[in-house]
């Protein structure tokens, strides 16, 4: 088998996987005495992160150049960093629903790399002289990692919304988080209103009467799972955000050698300092201002979108330096 129809098959192959890893997690969340299905959806996720190695490494081989210059190259390099950073947040949190989440992003990605993006996208190609550095291994592969870890912190997030729908949460403890014992107060988001006002009825006499309302809180288990989303969240994100500053630093030592300038204000380039700015003040909100709950979560899944941008959106129809992929 010759290195191009083993790419086809590999990059087949971690689709499947990734669809299969996907089932198996939201089969356990339905059936959570099937203890068995998370272990295999980790098993899955883990041969999914070592086909899409296999299939890089393959396509470094036979092109010739580290594997990351072109959109369906790229979307392999993102889903490899999302089934890592997976791993790395299942281990921290013990907890399944972490893979409900990220293995139908991760199985997503390689579907539109390898079921919607044309042939002629999905050859190597040689490189243009401004790719052909050593900057590009620093760069992309850096750049890439760090939205990876973004997107997974992102999406726990998101789950952590999900799962507090509807309450006020305040999480009252260290937002750097040891993932020891927090403090946890949850009450419906429409009765903190009403608790300020108090709520006026009449009584059968006439008199009037305040009535608090009552407070409705979540189960032990939601309440743990909760607070463990919210402190794995927070260290996903702490880890890509550093990731982030150093691939726009070497991105702009790279543009001045290969432009002559460090920073243009293209597309590109002006997205990733919205991602960095949203993230940033996510970091800037927990650190400082001891934001914990859902506030930092909305800002976080804010991110999720911004993320997505700066990487798909501005390749696909922006017109710039970093274009790539379908122009419309």
Not at 92 to 120: D, K
Not at 160 to 180: D, M, N, Y
Not at 275 to 295: C, D, E, N, S
Request: with cysteine.
């Amino acid at each position: 088998m010759d290195l191009i129809a083993l790419q086809g098959w590999l990059d087949n192959a971690s689709f499947a996987v990734l669809f299969a890893a996907m089932l198996l997690y939201w089969c356990g969340v339905a059936f959570p005495k099937a203890s068995v299905l998370p272990s295999l959806g980790t098993a899955a996720m883990a041969v999914g992160n070592l086909t899409i190695a296999a299939l890089l490494g393959a396509r470094w081989i036979e092109g010739g150049y580290f594997p990351m210059s072109n959109l369906y190259e790229s979307l392999f390099a993102l889903a490899w960093g999302i089934t890592a950073m997976h791993l790395v947040a299942e281990r921290m949190s013990r907890s399944s629903l972490v893979g409900a989440v990220t293995a139908p992003i991760a199985m997503a990605i390689t579907a539109f790399a390898t079921l919607t993006l044309p042939g002629t996208m999905q050859g190597s190609e040689p490189l243009v002289p401004a790719l052909k550095s050593n900057w590009l291994m620093m760069h992309v592969s850096v750049m890439l990692l760090s939205y990876a870890a973004l997107l997974v912190g992102s999406l726990l997030a998101i789950a952590f919304l999900l799962i507090t729908r509807g309450q006020a949460i305040e999480l009252k403890g260290s937002s750097v988080g040891t993932g020891g014992f927090r403090n946890v107060k949850l009450r419906r988001a429409e009765d903190d209103a009403a608790e300020a006002a108090a709520v006026m009825t009449r009584s059968a006499g006439g008199a009037a009467v305040l009535e608090k309302p009552a407070t409705v809180t979540l189960s032990p288990q939601r309440l743990t799972l909760a607070d463990t989303l919210d402190n794995i969240s927070y260290r996903m994100i702490g880890l890509g955000f550093p990731l982030l500053t150093i691939g726009i630093i070497a991105g702009a030592v790279w543009a001045n050698e290969a432009w002559g300038s460090y920073w243009s204000w293209d597309p590109k380039e002006t997205w990733a300092l919205i991602t960095w700015l949203v993230f940033a003040a996510y970091l800037h909100a927990r650190i400082t201002k001891g934001w914990q709950g859902r506030r930092p979560a909305i800002l976080a899944a804010t991110g999720f979108v911004v993320v997505w941008v700066c990487y798909l959106g501005v390749n696909i129809l922006g017109k710039g330096l970093h274009s790539y992929g379908w122009f419309f």
